[in-house]
Each structure stands twice: as C-alpha cells, then as structure tokens.
C-alpha cells in the first residue's frame, strides 16, 4: 500500500551523479519536495510528464518546494536523459538497491521491475501533504497539486 497523506514520509538516499546522492534528510526544516515516481527513461509518456515538470517549475520554485524525479534506472542513464530533454531538477536513481525508495513509499512494480506512477508532496517537516498513485501505465493528470498554492 501507498504512503498516505499525513503519514511521514520514509527516508530516502538515492544517487544522483557519481557519487552524489539525494535524501529527504537534506531538505527538512529548509524546502518542501515533490517526490515522482516513474517507470522508465527515454519512454514517451515518461518525458511528456518531466516536460511538464519544468515546464511549471518557477510554481515549485516560488513555494519553496524541490522536485526530485525518481526511476530504477542507473544514475548516468539518469543524467544522461536529464541532459538531453533540458531539464533543470533532480534526476535521481532507485537502482541500487532497487527499487527500495519505491518500495518504501508503496509504488514498487514486481512485474515490471519499476515503480508505478507515484507522486508525493512532502512539507519541510517531512509529512506527506498530498499524493497520486496511477496503479496502470497511465499518464498523471495532474502533475502540479493544488495544495501547492498553500506551501508559497
């Protein structure tokens, strides 16, 4: 079962870039985080979501919230894909062990071996405030929550 809102949310320590790593530790007390969970890089519906990411990025930005975009691909297949659609928020890797983060918060696909479609706002004290799980291989809707407005 997925993390819910109001639960706190599981710590995570995912890699980034050779060595660089990203936790929810890193952010509490100091910004928000928006915690999205993804199948795959390089898939059409994948990029399509990241796109809209950056596209309302300066929204996160001004509510003081930090996206970090999660797969269980490796990290420079990661930043490799990151490079390529331009965008400028954390790309970051569950492949080690895999798919843990994933896990944690509920969205592991045994099947597939990949998370389903999670989202997860989380505040600065680390509770989750709102959250979307897609449970088939189907595209968010809603990609920036409302309750975002309330974090600014």
Not at 91 to 108: E, P, R
């Amino acid at each position: 079962m997925a993390v819910t809102t109001s639960e706190k949310a599981p710590e995570f320590d995912l890699e980034v870039n050779h060595g660089e790593r990203v936790r929810l530790s890193d952010f509490r007390g100091r910004s928000n985080v928006l915690l999205v969970f993804h199948p795959f890089a390089f898939t059409p519906v994948c990029e399509e979501e990241a796109r809209d990411l950056q596209e309302n990025l300066e929204s996160f930005t001004n509510a003081q919230t930090e996206i970090v975009f999660v797969s269980c691909d490796s990290a420079p297949a990661r930043q490799a894909w990151k490079e390529e659609i331009g965008a400028e928020f954390t790309f970051a890797s569950d492949f080690w062990s895999h798919g843990a983060a994933a896990k944690a918060y509920g969205v592991f696909n045994d099947e597939n071996g990949a998370p389903h479609r999670g989202t997860f706002l989380i505040d600065k004290d680390g509770t989750v405030i709102w959250s979307l799980v897609k449970w088939s291989d189907e595209r968010r809707t809603e990609m920036v929550p409302e309750s975002l407005e309330t974090l600014a």
